[in-house]
């Protein structure tokens, strides 16, 4: 029973930070209707950033993020000004080819850069456990939960009650109209794209110290942030965070019980399959 729990509340963990991955993705399509396949490979840079911090500076990763969350976020306003402001009207499969190239591009940087060898990221809970009763925990992932959730809860708050948030609802409800009242509708798409991005330079360093590190760790992250934006339904954001935790305890459990191990994997994708059949609008949907 108790390594039935701990599995239990590793995948609450994994959950919370795939929803907040998710989350990112899902506003940004919200105001610009385009999905981005690059996202998870976005995250996979600011790891690396992390990592760089890490041996080169000798900055532990929660540090780095003062440094690596601005130069995401910038990076982010300009990736949206040169390459996806110009896509926002093209067909679906221009941006898919597009972000497909960008995926390959970060990919083969990361590869040239650091090589394909497994590199890790340690922090200053590396080795910390929390024992919280029957449950043992490493430190580094719950403080990973916990900051995904602050987040997304903030995330939430700004939508919701702040004048820029009614601006981005207003984009999402009809750049045409929010247009014509005033808004500055490329400012805001490429504001919350930068934030976006911005959110993955706070995520890319509070996992780099759990998950191991490689080039093409971002196809992975990706595809899962894909899985729960749809699952959520798509601009449903307490249904993204319930995605989340569905997909993370999929993988944590899956992980204890499934034998041969290697089709663990796998059940992510036989979940997302099988919602898409019962309940292809979202977890929350009626």
């Avoid at 940004?28 to 690396?48: E, I, K, P, R, W």
């Amino acid at each position: 029973m108790d390594t039935f729990l701990q599995v239990l509340t590793q995948g609450a963990v994994l959950g919370g930070v795939y929803a907040l991955i998710a989350l990112a993705l899902a506003i940004v399509y919200s105001v610009t209707h385009q999905l981005n396949f690059a996202h998870g490979d976005l995250m996979a840079v600011a790891m690396y950033l992390a990592l760089v911090g890490s041996h080169a500076l000798g900055l532990d990763p929660y540090v780095s993020i003062a440094l690596i969350a601005p130069i995401m976020f910038f990076a982010g306003f300009l990736l949206f000004r040169v390459v996806f402001a110009s896509m926002l009207h093209a067909p679906h499969l221009v941006v898919i080819q597009v972000t497909l190239a960008l995926s390959f591009v970060i990919q083969s940087t990361l590869l040239l850069a650091f090589s394909a060898n497994f590199q890790t990221v340690h922090s200053v809970l590396s080795g910390e456990i929390l024992n919280l009763g029957p449950v043992s925990l490493s430190a580094a992932p719950v403080l990973a939960f916990t900051v995904s959730i602050v987040l997304g809860v903030l995330a939430f708050v700004v939508i919701r009650y702040t004048d820029f948030g009614r601006r981005v609802l207003a984009v999402a409800e009809d750049s045409e109209a929010a247009a014509l009242s005033g808004i500055n509708v490329a400012l805001v798409q490429a504001l919350v794209f930068a934030t976006a991005v911005g959110v993955l330079g706070v995520a890319g360093p509070l996992v780099a110290p759990i998950l191991v590190l490689q080039p093409t760790a971002g196809l992975h992250l990706t595809l899962i942030s894909f899985i729960v934006f749809i699952l959520g339904g798509a601009n449903n954001y307490i249904g993204t965070l319930v995605a989340g935790l569905i997909i993370g305890l999929s993988e944590a459990l899956s992980s204890l019980y499934m034998r041969p191990a290697e089709f663990a994997a796998a059940v992510p994708y036989l979940i997302f399959t099988i919602f898409l059949l019962v309940r292809p609008k979202g977890v929350l949907e009626r």
